[in-house]
DNA sequence: GCGACAG
DNA sequence: ATCTTGTCGC
């Protein structure tokens, strides 16, 4: 199976462009920024990305909405009001006043998520739901962890009693950034490429549990989706934390599961497993919440996750120890 | 007061 | 996810 071409843009490249478009003596907003990203739900990531990978970018020309300061590690609030002032905007108390005066949103930009929420759309009118292949007999788990930039990809094939068989480690220098929704534009290339590397190895599985998620996502192509799609393979998300969607988790026994409702449509369910912890289950891709459900439940023993989930996360750890 | 967004 | 001090429980 050849790798597919799976392209990320640079956004913290064009984060950097949007900032030196702002002209002296005008301010813009963290949530401008996101919205000439292509999404203004990014607006947490454009201020801790600036916060870090900013300073030498006029960053005292991006302030709150509110017109206070922005925040970064680099300098002082106080600093940032004088740099304004020399270049002519009003700042009293910490705040540029009025900041209607003073705003800039007339960014040239090509609003790259808005193409990639596109792209998920696309991706989403390809997901088949169905019952899972029954005589599935090898679960792979997939899982990364990071070194700084640098990614880490396990790929763990276990056998139908959760007793792992083999893995493959991949490693890849990741740019595109956590932003929620898009996460398989930071962990899918690493994905490809160690599901890539399992099979050379001659490693193959019937399903794929991911760790994200299936139709659970906004635009019902979570990670585990979007992996299932472009292999056209079956493929399960298991997630730590709902992203989207109601459900009702009072009183839920071990071992007990509910149906994850998003806009009407039951999209994936909480599965309340060992201690306090509760997981979200969805389908991938040629998966229903039903077969999720079951294959997952089958693969539970002590710890939150299932085996090949819970190893891949152990061997991806324990490989950010000896780099 | 609003919102609370996987990894 | 990662970083990281202090705190709780087995």
């Known amino acids: 199976m050849e790798a597919q071409k799976f392209e990320v843009p640079d956004v913290g490249a064009l984060l950097r462009d949007l900032v030196k478009q702002v002209p002296r003596g005008r301010v813009t907003t963290y949530k401008a920024l996101a919205e000439a990203l292509g999404d203004p739900a990014a607006v947490r990531f454009v201020a801790s990305w600036l916060a870090s ?58 609003r790259p998520l808005a193409r990639l ?19 599935a007999d090898r679960v792979a788990g997939l899982d990364a962890a990071y070194l700084d930039s640098e990614g880490i990809g396990i790929c763990v094939v276990c056998d139908r009693g959760g007793e792992p068989i083999d893995y493959v480690e991949v490693r890849h220098r990741i740019t595109f950034p956590y932003i929620p929704t898009y996460l398989s534009y930071r962990e899918l290339p690493l994905f490809l490429t160690a599901i890539e590397e399992a099979e050379k190895k001659g490693l193959s599985a019937d399903v794929i549990l991911v760790d994200g998620n299936g139709i659970l996502h906004p635009r019902r192509v979570g990670i585990a989706t979007h992996l299932g799609v472009l292999l056209e393979r079956p493929t399960v998300g298991v997630a730590k934390k709902l992203l989207c969607g109601e459900v009702n988790t009072e009183g839920m026994a071990i071992g007990e599961w509910r149906p994850v409702v998003l806009e009407g449509e039951t999209v994936g369910a909480a599965m309340r497993t060992g201690r306090n912890r509760t997981i979200f289950i969805s389908p ?17 023993r002590e710890n939150v996750l299932p085996e090949p989930l819970r190893w891949a996360h152990e061997l991806a750890t324990e490989s950010r120890t000896r780099p």
Not at 117 to 135: F, I, M, S, T
Request: hydrophobic share 40%.
């Open 284 to 300: 991938g891709h040629l998966a229903d919440v039903r077969s999720a459900v079951d294959l997952v439940a089958s693969l539970l």
């Open 53 to 110: 990978h900013g300073e030498d970018l006029p960053l005292h020309r991006v302030v709150h909405a509110s017109g206070a300061m922005g925040k970064g590690e680099f300098v002082e609030p106080e600093e940032l009001a004088e740099r304004l002032r020399r270049e002519g905007v009003k700042v009293e108390g910490l705040r540029v006043t009025p900041l209607i005066r003073y705003f800039f949103a007339e960014f040239e930009t090509e």
């Open 117 to 135: 929420r596109r792209e998920q759309e696309e991706v989403a009118c390809r997901v088949r739901l169905q019952p899972l292949p029954k005589d």
